[in-house]
């Protein structure tokens, strides 16, 4: 299909806003927009033809909570979420991704999701979430929030983030803002004509960031509300982010993680992205994972009081990857106690509505061509998103293969991987008691691996990153590194490379931290004498022959 020429999706149920259309069977797409919403009659002459028989049209889909890196919005789009909305992030991730998807509007590149950001969200010296993003600016006081929005403004902020959260929710003790200074924020932002998101974990912290005036709740609370709390803050009129698939990054009793237990969103993530949740299910976990239960009451109760409730994600954070866990947080929504229609809304109009998107969120004459065509009706099984036919960003279709292997993609990879060992760097420098992973040396120095804490114990890891025999005892996993941290090298490994489902015996010729040089050990195989070097983001290896 030409970018340029208008088409039809011809024979399909309609999803808007509320609910499906009724006798609504076709939309038609003219230079970005939707140019018509009806029966056949609707169809021009000239027209591209999609069939959507048995499928069902939405409005693009809308995550409410992410925080940016590179290619993100170019990931999101491959699953149907044709907008993000970023909850704080620094310039020097906003600004190329901005300039991306300001070129894809143009037609230039590949399709990507449009994007909105808060920049970075106003904290106290110290507080939440410094270890993840310093330095970064800091509010100290009243006096500092007109500068503050002001410099938000600049950098294009299109809502202000606060952040009112002391740890005590996570049994840390970390600054956080008073009243009086988020009350000055409000005022600053309100003045400029921006909405303030406002992250409280608690909820007695929604409660006292309501009566400051917020607009937005960035998180339903992680403990169980009380009526009263419930309905101090509907009196304020606030909306609510869900992100009840925060829950998605602790693995089931089977050590998987849940996006990969899905296997249409699984399928269509990249051999990349399935590594990357494969490794996260084999951090530190705490004793006893959330279960999401309160989070879930307290939406639900929200949504009952008449409050706006949006779907987001909180993305990148563990289990969690862009677009993909859109989906998963719809299923949560309906798990909670939402229809698969008020789910529907949560990612579609009610964003739209809630950050001033008039553009969006409803299928509609005029709006946007953001459009996502799937199987089946999601209306009567939320499951359905997941089984992504087509999507459209401004009437240019999405090629869904063009992300896996691309710059973009390892850009996203390596700086998911480096966020996460800057932060729990930062966690064993402020807390020495909180587990970490460490080096294991020869007493010549040499370096013969890492012990890692993992949900099932410590783990012996290899110089380039992978697992040695099975988690448990710290003594236990340092003594496997001492007799076979330098002695695995030698051994015959497994290793597949990319999406490639075929297992091949190799050699390890030379290792690195996050890589390794290997030969095949088939004489007929193509490669350079010395072997070849991949990165671990491209290689699955194993000492055991994996079955089939």
Known sequence: MSTHQPFTIAGVRVFSGGGLIPGVTHVRVRDGRIAAVGNESVTRPGDAVVDGSGGTLLPGLVDAHVHLLPGCTQLAAVFGVTTVIDMFSKSETIDPERAAVAASERGRGPVL????????????????????????????????????????????????????????????????????TIEALVAAAHKRGLPVVAHASSAAGAVTVARCGVDVLAHAPFDRMTDRQIGDVARCGVAVIATLSIIDGFPDEDGVMPLLAQPHLAGRLSARWRRVVERQARRWMPP???????????????????????AGTDVPNPGLVFGASLHRELQHLVGAGFTPGEALAAATAAPAEVFGMADR????????????????????????????????????RVDPRAYAGGEAEREGVRWQRDSAEKIVKAIGESWPAFPAPHEVRRDDGELLGRVVPTAGGWQAVTIFGVPLGGAGDQGDAVRTLHARGLACLSEPWWARVGDGPAWREARIVEAAPGRVRLRWSDPMADQ?????????????????????
Do not use: C
């Open 113 to 180: 999701a449009d994007m909105r950001t808060s920049s970075v969200g106003a904290t106290a010296p110290g507080g939440h979430p410094t270890i993840a993003y310093a330095p970064f600016p800091y509010v100290t006081g009243p006096l500092d929030a007109a500068s503050f929005v002001a410099g938000r403004v600049a950098e294009g902020a299109t809502h202000i983030k606060v952040i009112y959260d002391d740890g005590s929710g996570a049994m840390l003790d970390i600054p956080a803002l008073d009243v009086r």
């Open 361 to 396: 969120g409803e299928i509609a004459e005029g709006r946007r061509a953001d459009l996502v065509l799937v199987g089946g009706d999601p209306t009567a099984d939320i499951t359905a998103t997941q089984l992504i036919r087509d999507v459209w960003v401004l009437g240019r």
């Open 288 to 310: 006893e994972p959330p279960d999401g239960a309160a989070q879930r009451y307290n939406a639900v109760a929200f949504l009952e009081s008449g409050l706006r409730v949006l």
């Open 528 to 548: 350079p004498p010395s072997g070849e070097w991949f990165g671990l983001d491209d290689l699955d290896l194993s000492l055991d022959r994996p079955a089939g």
